[in-house]
């Protein structure tokens, strides 16, 4: 386990031009300040490692909180990706091609704040001929507990809808924004999501008119900031022969094998590179995911990306 963490760790940190010199310390870093929701506790290699494979997968920075987890019951991770690291994403997709938001009618809030019933976002591809569009409501999302909504609600109601749209336009799966992993730990650990009431959200009907907001805001365009990309060329490859599969074999016991965050990683790449979960379990001589060795984890992202 140790061996693959810090095989997977100065893999990435040489990716991201922070040299592979250090990767104890860098670990140690990922250890104190890449989880949340710990209560002192230290997180383990399978956690780390799993963060690690969705912050390769994505391009994505660990160690500059573009990227973080939080533990969920079962000793895997919920992967959060800040606002930082969407835009990274959404903007280095090769076919994005622009951006835009529309606002719905203003509304006053009881603490006097003015917010929009609903922000629209509107991603262009390059390969499309038309836009996805997302329109989040505020009263569908808004956290009431959450300090940035009481202070910014407007931002982060447009971080919503633009996380959102960029999910859908893009099919990015299997990371989550930090309201959406705070849900799901809540819910894990039998708590009930908080609905903002009709008190604090003044039941949507403003008790004075409020001020019409100025033209230039109710709508804005973002251009796109990717070049245009050279179409790909079709390479010939040569035919080979599909490596025999091993045969079926018990795990051995004792032996670390593949946590629910890496299971839900490899899942994710599976689906992205149509890999059927039964070729991969044949090859590696197991009756499923669960029994993968964890030492094994950077050949299995391996074949499930280039079927060697």
Same mark, same amino acid.
């Given at each position: 386990?140790a061996?693959?963490?810090?095989?997977?760790?100065?893999? %990435?940190?040489?990716?991201?031009?922070?040299?592979?010199?250090?990767?104890?310390? %860098?670990?140690?870093?990922?250890?104190?300040?890449?989880?949340?929701?710990?209560?002192? +506790?230290?997180?383990?290699?399978?956690? *780390?490692?799993? *963060?690690?494979?969705?912050?390769d997968?994505?391009? *994505?920075?660990?160690?500059?909180?573009?990227?973080?987890?939080?533990?969920?019951?079962?000793?895997?991770?919920?992967?959060?990706?800040?606002?930082?690291?969407?835009?990274?994403?959404?903007?280095?997709?090769?076919?994005?091609?622009?951006?835009?938001?529309?606002?719905?009618?203003?509304?006053?809030?009881?603490?006097?704040?003015?917010?929009?019933?609903?922000?629209?976002?509107?991603?262009?591809?390059?390969?499309?001929?038309?836009?996805? /569009?997302v329109?989040?409501?505020?009263?569908?999302?808004?956290?009431? +507990?959450?300090?940035?909504?009481?202070?910014?609600?407007?931002?982060?109601?447009?971080?919503?809808?633009?996380?959102?749209?960029?999910?859908?336009?893009?099919?990015?799966?299997?990371?989550?924004?930090?309201?959406?992993?705070?849900?799901?730990?809540?819910?894990?650990?039998?708590?009930?999501?908080? *609905?903002?009431?009709?008190?604090?959200?003044?039941?949507?009907?403003?008790?004075a008119?409020?001020a019409?907001?100025?033209?230039?805001?109710?709508?804005?365009?973002?251009?796109?900031?990717?070049?245009?990309?050279?179409?790909?060329?079709?390479?010939?490859?040569?035919?080979?022969?599909?490596?025999?599969p091993?045969?079926?074999?018990?795990?051995?016991?004792?032996?670390?094998?593949?946590?629910?965050?890496? /299971?839900?990683?490899?899942?994710?790449?599976?689906?992205?590179?149509?890999?059927?979960?039964?070729?991969?379990?044949?090859?590696?001589?197991? +009756?499923?995911?669960?029994?993968?060795?964890?030492?094994?984890?950077?050949?299995?992202?391996?074949?499930?990306e280039?079927?060697?």
């Open positions: 386990m061996s693959a963490l810090s095989s997977l760790t100065s893999k %990435l940190s040489q990716r991201l031009g922070m040299g592979s010199d250090n990767g104890e310390e %860098l670990i140690n870093i990922l250890k104190a300040t890449a989880f949340k929701g710990q209560n002192n +506790t230290v997180p383990t290699d399978a956690q *780390l490692m799993a *963060l690690l494979i969705v912050a997968q994505y391009g *994505l920075n660990p160690w500059t909180k573009e990227i973080y987890a939080y533990p969920d019951k079962n000793n895997g991770i919920v992967p959060v990706v800040g606002v930082d690291g969407w835009s990274r994403i959404i903007n280095n997709h090769a076919h994005f091609d622009g951006v835009e938001f529309n606002y719905g009618p203003a509304i006053a809030l009881k603490n006097g704040k003015g917010v929009h019933e609903w922000i629209e976002c509107v991603i262009h591809r390059k390969d499309r001929s038309r836009p996805t /569009i329109r989040e409501f505020f009263a569908e999302v808004v956290r009431d +507990t959450y300090g940035p909504w009481q202070s910014h609600p407007n931002r982060m109601h447009r971080h919503k809808s633009y996380i959102q749209c960029g999910r859908i336009a893009f099919g990015y799966t299997g990371i989550y924004d930090q309201d959406e992993a705070e849900r799901i730990i809540e819910k894990d650990m039998g708590d009930a999501d908080v *609905l903002p009431s009709s008190s604090q959200l003044g039941d949507f009907m403003p008790k008119k409020p019409a907001l100025p033209a230039d805001v109710q709508h804005e365009k973002v251009p796109g900031t990717i070049p245009e990309q050279p179409a790909a060329q079709p390479v010939e490859r040569k035919a080979e022969a599909p490596a025999a091993q045969e079926a074999s018990a795990p051995e016991e004792g032996v670390p094998t593949l946590q629910p965050g890496m /299971i839900r990683v490899a899942r994710t790449k599976m689906e992205q590179h149509g890999r059927a979960e039964a070729d991969v379990v044949a090859h590696f001589g197991v +009756t499923a995911l669960e029994e993968i060795p964890v030492s094994k984890v950077n050949e299995l992202l391996k074949f499930i280039k079927g060697e």
